[in-house]
């Protein structure tokens, strides 16, 4: 867990973050003890990076995690939320649920707003809803429709308060890479949060994104390491995830095919996912959701242990891996 710098900021993150949506209720319930367990079993497990956001169960998330790190010690802990959907209440919710993922009350409704005001309205809810008087990191979230508003006044708006002290770092999160590289490429962030797209079965942020990244001293937190549920376990069932739906029969044979070589070098599908991710040069963390301290006190684990640099040369040679893929560890040689 020794703590990386974020591009050239004074943010140092560790090599496993916690990512909260899980706790937010992403798809099903988590009662609150369940909850506050997965945060403080991350904490046992030297995590002291910790990812949140308004989106996440409609504030829930936040809620849930700024009560615990109260507790664990916030001035420890480097905590990153999100801009760009504000919180709105919703006029007669009327026992209506949330139809965005989560398993919570339609209490609020979530507006896209990437303005400077804004942002400001938006870190300044995230921090009631945290129960802390700053965030040490903050990412535009998913401003794939909103780009001309999210560079001309969102990414000015968290450069000044960077510029001010009030934030250490700021940044992009996408599930996308090629407005990714836009902002590497064009604005001055700090880091950027890459869902999904620099994994075991999807390596597109080499195409251009992984290199701008190297270039310009951008930090990657490499966030869906196991694409939504495909690669969190050796043998990924009928049902099994892939990017937010079920995974088509050659995704999943693509990674039982890796499975099957991973495990002749007794390293199990969730291990080599989460070395692989981590093994990028620009690479600061790896970020995993958990709903219990069991899940992610097994991936702190698997993340500890080391992997033959063998499994990484056979995968490429079977073409399970991009050519071009940096080799983790003394194989990158």
Same mark, same amino acid.
């Given at each position: 867990?020794?703590?990386?710098?974020?591009?050239?900021?004074?943010?140092?993150?560790?090599?496993?973050?916690?990512?909260?949506?899980?706790?937010?209720?992403?798809?099903?319930?988590?009662?609150?003890?369940?909850?506050?367990?997965?945060?403080?079993?991350?904490?046992?497990?030297?995590?002291?990076?910790?990812?949140?956001?308004?989106?996440?169960?409609?504030?829930?998330?936040?809620?849930?995690?700024?009560?615990?790190?109260?507790?664990?010690?916030?001035?420890?802990?480097?905590?990153?939320?999100?801009?760009?959907?504000?919180?709105?209440?919703?006029?007669?919710?009327?026992?209506?649920?949330?139809?965005?993922?989560?398993?919570?009350?339609?209490?609020?409704?979530?507006?896209?707003?990437?303005?400077?005001?804004?942002?400001?309205?938006?870190?300044?809810?995230?921090?009631?809803?945290?129960?802390?008087?700053?965030?040490?990191?903050?990412?535009?979230?998913?401003?794939?429709?909103?780009?001309?508003?999210?560079?001309?006044?969102?990414?000015?708006?968290?450069?000044?308060?960077?510029?001010?002290?009030?934030?250490?770092?700021?940044?992009?999160?996408?599930?996308?890479?090629?407005?990714?590289?836009?902002?590497?490429?064009?604005?001055?962030?700090?880091?950027?949060?890459?869902?999904?797209?620099?994994?075991?079965?999807?390596?597109?942020?080499?195409?251009?994104?992984?290199? $701008?990244? /190297?270039? %310009?001293?951008?930090?990657?937190? &490499? !966030?869906?390491? #196991?694409?939504? *549920?495909?690669? @969190? =376990?050796?043998?990924?069932?009928?049902?099994?995830?892939?990017?937010?739906?079920?995974?088509?029969?050659?995704?999943?044979?693509?990674?039982?095919?890796?499975?099957?070589? $991973?495990? /002749?070098? %007794?390293?199990?599908?969730?291990? &080599? !996912?989460?070395? #692989?991710?981590? *093994?990028?040069? @620009? =690479?600061?963390?790896?970020?995993?959701?958990?709903?219990?301290?069991?899940?992610?006190?097994?991936?702190?684990?698997?993340?500890?242990?080391?992997?033959?640099?063998?499994?990484?040369?056979?995968? %490429?040679?079977?073409?399970?891996?991009? !050519?071009?893929?940096?080799?983790? *560890?003394?194989? @990158?040689?």
């Amino acid at each position: 867990m020794n703590p990386v710098r974020l591009g050239r900021s004074g943010v140092f993150v560790s090599a496993l973050g916690f990512g909260s949506a899980a706790i937010g209720n992403l798809y099903r319930a988590v009662d609150e003890e369940t909850a506050f367990d997965a945060v403080r079993a991350a904490w046992d497990a030297g995590v002291r990076y910790f990812d949140t956001a308004p989106h996440y169960g409609l504030g829930l998330a936040e809620r849930r995690l700024g009560r615990v790190l109260a507790e664990l010690g916030r001035d420890e802990a480097v905590v990153s939320t999100k801009v760009g959907r504000l919180l709105v209440p919703t006029p007669n919710p009327r026992g209506r649920r949330d139809d965005a993922g989560f398993d919570v009350p339609a209490d609020h409704e979530r507006h896209w707003d990437f303005s400077a005001d804004g942002v400001r309205r938006s870190l300044e809810s995230s921090l009631r809803r945290l129960g802390t008087d700053h965030v040490d990191v903050v990412l535009l979230h998913d401003p794939d429709d909103h780009w001309n508003q999210a560079v001309e006044e969102a990414y000015p708006a968290l450069h000044e308060l960077r510029h001010q002290g009030v934030i250490g770092a700021i940044g992009v999160g996408m599930n996308q890479v090629r407005m990714l590289e836009r902002f590497v490429v064009e604005t001055d962030v700090d880091a950027v949060m890459l869902a999904g797209r620099y994994t075991l079965l999807d390596q597109s942020a080499l195409e251009g994104m992984l290199p $701008a990244c /190297r270039r %310009r001293d951008v930090s990657v937190l &490499a !966030a869906g390491v #196991f694409n939504g *549920g495909l690669l @969190a =376990v050796d043998d990924p069932p009928a049902d099994a995830m892939y990017d937010y739906a079920t995974a088509p029969e050659e995704i999943r044979a693509r990674a039982r095919r890796i499975a099957e070589v $991973a495990q /002749r070098y %007794r390293v199990s599908l969730p291990q &080599a !996912a989460l070395a #692989f991710a981590a *093994g990028h040069p @620009a =690479v600061a963390g790896v970020v995993v959701g958990a709903r219990s301290g069991e899940e992610i006190t097994r991936d702190a684990a698997l993340l500890a242990r080391g992997v033959p640099g063998e499994l990484w040369r056979e995968l %490429r040679e079977r073409g399970l891996l991009r !050519a071009d893929a940096p080799l983790p *560890g003394s194989a @990158a040689q």
